[in-house]
């Protein structure tokens, strides 16, 4: 049963291997084969692979010397970014031009807001058509009454697929696939509802909610349930209030030197109290992240009476957070954020310090606009 027209409200347009495909245009005898774009330091991860690449198992944030191991006879690429935020830029123009209201989300992918469009399907295949004319780019596109079913949708038959679903459809087709599927639902979520033997999406639409309650606390729960369901109230283009801003960094070789841990960790208070200056932004939480040698990943933060982005204050909390922490283990990562933000003026940096906490954050969060 075809999905009537006014039922098609958002669509969910993503670039198709976005980096590669770009890297392809510059290599065009690299094609049919595996390439991966990452870079080549010891811990450097991929951005992107082919889908041939694919093939073997490689895919995106993968450890790249892993990657090398899974399909030794890949092209590696190191990546261009000034390039693809050029041709983001180019896409994304085009994009604009066919549809009022859009939402960009990344480089490589958007949702549009199709509302008053007399035939949405034809506008998505002629925009299609004319990214591909202009970049060579091919483009896979989600259509339905949300953001929540775009996306899935658009995943779904990739590369250059245009699948157009409603809710009860979403729901029917995606029943049987793991909760993990939808935007929001991260291991740690979807290992818990497994331990419910909620290892479905169907499952999980169908969950008692009481249960998911007690498990999950009656709000998420609530909206672990509706995402199941494919339920979703966001509009396209809603501002988002950005609560925070953090740098971090991940070292070529494990580091145990204190005073390599404390510079490392300054040096990027500063960059980032920089970049909240320039923003006329404020925070009151400072907090630290540290990511050991096994993996082990713990945060700690403190907050300030008034808000700050002074880096000297904000780098002396920072560091003394670690110096509390001290790491018992050779550390892989560390980063520093500041949240609680807000704009405009505010007391830089005469804070005192009123609580601490030490909790590891969640790993998952339902971070999806909707």
């Not at 002629?126 to 780019?137: M, P």
């Not at 906490?357 to 969060?365: I, M, N, Y």
Request: net charge positive; with cysteine.
């Amino acid at each position: 049963m075809s999905t009537p027209e006014e039922a098609l409200r958002v669509a969910h347009l993503d670039a198709d291997a976005f980096y590669v495909s770009i890297e392809l245009r510059r290599h065009p005898e690299l094609r049919g084969l595996p390439v991966i774009v990452a870079g080549s330091s010891p811990r450097a991860v991929v951005t992107t692979a082919s889908y041939e690449a694919r093939r073997f198992g490689v895919g995106s944030a993968m450890p790249a010397s892993r990657a090398r191991r899974l399909c030794p006879q890949a092209v590696v690429l190191a990546p261009d970014f000034a390039t693809y935020r050029e041709v983001s830029k180019q896409v994304m123009g085009i994009v604009r031009a066919h549809v009022e209201r859009v939402e960009v989300v990344g480089l490589d992918e958007a949702y549009l807001d199709l509302q008053g469009l007399f035939s949405p399907r034809a506008a998505m295949r002629r925009l299609v058509a004319e990214i591909k004319a202009a970049t060579q780019l091919t483009c896979s596109v989600g259509i339905g009454p949300n953001k929540l079913v775009a996306k899935v949708a658009s995943d779904a038959e990739k590369p250059a697929g245009f699948v157009v679903l409603d809710r009860r459809q979403a729901c029917a087709r995606f029943a049987a696939a793991p909760p993990a599927l939808v935007p929001g639902i991260g291991p740690k979520t979807a290992a818990r509802l497994s331990e419910l033997g909620l290892t479905t999406l169907g499952a999980l639409a169908r969950a008692p909610e009481q249960l998911l309650a007690e498990r999950f606390g009656a709000n998420l729960g609530r909206e672990l349930r509706r995402r199941a369901r494919f339920e979703a109230d966001g509009q396209v283009g809603a501002a988002h209030k950005v609560v925070s801003e953090s740098r971090e960094r991940t070292f070529d070789a494990d580091i145990s030197d204190a005073s390599a841990m404390q510079a490392a960790l300054a040096h990027m208070a500063q960059e980032l109290c920089a970049s909240l200056a320039a923003r006329e932004r404020r925070g009151r939480t400072i907090a630290i992240k540290v990511r050991l040698d096994d993996w082990t990943t713990v945060t700690r933060a403190r907050t300030l009476a008034e808000p700050t982005c002074d880096a000297q204050l904000v780098s002396a909390l920072a560091l003394e957070l670690l110096r509390e922490y001290a790491p018992p283990r050779p550390v892989r990562l560390l980063g520093v954020r500041v949240a609680g933000l807000h704009s405009g003026d505010g007391a830089g940096g005469s804070g005192r310090a009123r609580r601490a906490g030490g909790a590891p954050e969640p790993e998952d969060q339902l971070a999806l606009p909707l």
